[in-house]
C-alpha cells in the first residue's frame, strides 16, 4: 500500500513537470510578440537585453518579469533566455489540459539549445491547485526529467508557507475530482 501511495504521489510530481514539454502544438507557430520599458541590443555578441515590465507572449504562453536577457546565435535562433524578477512569472496551456501550468522563481532561464528549464530561487510550479515548491527546479526537456532542490537551511518561510521549513522541497497535491453523474 505505501509503495503504491510513494508511486502514485511521484506520478503526480512528475506529471506537473513532464508536462511542460507538451506545450501546445500551435504555440510555436504563432507570432511572438516582446513588450517592455526599453531594449539594449549589441548585434555583435547576440545579446538583446529588455528591461521594465517585460512582457513575452506566443500562443498560449506568456512570460512576465523585470529583465529578460537573450542570447540569440549566428543564425538568429534564441540560445537561452535568462528572466529575473520578484518573482519571474511563466504561464502555458499545456497539450489536453484545461487548465494553464503555471512557473515563478527570481529566475527563470530556458536554454533552448540545451533543452533545460531552470528555475532558480523560490521556485513554484503550480498546475490545477497542485504545487511544488523548492529553492530550484532544474528540468531536462528533452529526457522529461526533473531534479527539485531544497534552498539553505537558513532560509526563512515566507508567510503563506503554514510553518513549512523552506530548505526542503514541498509537494502539495490536490485529491482528483469525482465524476458526478
Same mark, same amino acid.
Given at each position: 500500500?505505501?509503495?503504491?501511495?510513494?508511486? &502514485?504521489?511521484?506520478?503526480? +510530481?512528475?506529471?506537473?513537470?513532464?508536462?511542460?514539454?507538451?506545450?501546445?502544438?500551435?504555440?510555436?507557430?504563432?507570432?511572438?510578440?516582446?513588450?517592455?520599458?526599453?531594449?539594449e541590443i549589441d548585434f555583435?555578441?547576440? $545579446?538583446?537585453?529588455?528591461?521594465?515590465? $517585460?512582457?513575452?507572449?506566443?500562443?498560449?504562453?506568456?512570460?512576465?518579469?523585470?529583465? +529578460? $536577457?537573450?542570447?540569440?546565435?549566428?543564425?538568429?535562433?534564441?540560445?537561452?533566455?535568462?528572466?529575473?524578477?520578484?518573482?519571474?512569472?511563466?504561464?502555458?496551456? +499545456?497539450?489536453?489540459?484545461?487548465?494553464?501550468?503555471?512557473?515563478?522563481? +527570481?529566475?527563470?532561464?530556458?536554454?533552448?539549445?540545451?533543452?533545460?528549464?531552470?528555475?532558480?530561487?523560490?521556485?513554484?510550479?503550480e498546475q490545477g491547485g497542485?504545487?511544488?515548491?523548492?529553492?530550484? $527546479?532544474?528540468?531536462?526537456?528533452?529526457?522529461?526529467?526533473?531534479?527539485?532542490? &531544497?534552498?539553505?537551511?537558513?532560509?526563512?518561510?515566507?508567510?503563506?508557507?503554514?510553518?513549512?521549513?523552506?530548505?526542503?522541497?514541498?509537494?502539495?497535491?490536490?485529491?482528483?475530482?469525482?465524476?458526478? &453523474?
Open positions: 500500500m505505501l509503495n503504491r501511495t510513494i508511486s &502514485g504521489l511521484l506520478s503526480c +510530481l512528475l506529471g506537473l513537470l513532464v508536462q511542460t514539454a507538451w506545450a501546445l502544438d500551435d504555440d510555436t507557430n504563432q507570432p511572438a510578440f516582446l513588450d517592455a520599458d526599453d531594449m555583435t555578441k547576440g $545579446v538583446r537585453i529588455y528591461r521594465g515590465n $517585460v512582457v513575452f507572449t506566443q500562443g498560449s504562453m506568456r512570460l512576465n518579469c523585470d529583465k +529578460l $536577457v537573450t542570447y540569440i546565435d549566428d543564425d538568429q535562433a534564441l540560445e537561452e533566455a535568462i528572466c529575473t524578477g520578484d518573482p519571474a512569472r511563466f504561464k502555458q496551456r +499545456l497539450q489536453n489540459q484545461d487548465e494553464d501550468m503555471r512557473a515563478s522563481a +527570481l529566475e527563470i532561464t530556458l536554454n533552448q539549445k540545451n533543452d533545460r528549464l531552470l528555475l532558480e530561487s523560490q521556485a513554484r510550479i497542485s504545487i511544488i515548491t523548492g529553492d530550484k $527546479v532544474n528540468y531536462d526537456l528533452a529526457t522529461r526529467k526533473a531534479k527539485i532542490t &531544497g534552498g539553505d537551511p537558513g532560509m526563512q518561510p515566507d508567510s503563506g508557507s503554514d510553518s513549512q521549513d523552506s530548505s526542503r522541497v514541498r509537494v502539495i497535491i490536490q485529491p482528483r475530482k469525482k465524476e458526478t &453523474g
